[in-house]
């Protein structure tokens, strides 16, 4: 089912050009230096867009639960800065995901669609320390993020 719903993301709804020019504009960030993590964030973005079905959108934080790597502070100090200098390109580009996102819940097939657009427009508004990743590793993710919270409900935390 996910694979039809691939195929139907590329070929009536045109998903591999939101792929090619969200790539095209993760390039433009990565040439200036500063914005090295705003295109990096943006080529997962395009990376999400190629297969949405099988793949989920996850902040590296949340990636870092499971994996253990936890970021530098330096870095994560760098993606702060990063983000307040994106903030109005981010907002004009989160505008435009929302009209896109409208136009395809009008029809019927294009709900799902406009289901992957929604999951893509945070990841548009903030694509700093976002990685793609499949959805198997998301639900592990998804599990032990459930995990610690009943931890700290439990008080055991």
Known sequence: MRIFLNIIWHFPFMGFLFALFTAI??????????GIPLGLGLFSLSRFYLSPFTHALVSKSDLALVTGNEQNT??????????IL????????AFFECIVI??????????PCGIVSAKALSTI??????TCV??????QIAQKKAENSIAKMSGKA
Do not use: H, M
């Open 86 to 93: 994106y903030f109005p390109f981010g907002l004009i580009l």
């Open 25 to 34: 504009e993760g390039l433009f960030w990565c040439c200036t230096i500063i």
């Open 74 to 83: 330096a870095i994560k100090a760098w993606g702060l800065v990063i983000r």
């Open 125 to 130: 508004f903030n694509p700093i320390n976002k």
């Open 102 to 111: 409208v136009f395809q819940f009008i029809s019927i097939i294009g709900i």
């Open 134 to 139: 499949s959805r198997a590793i998301a639900d």
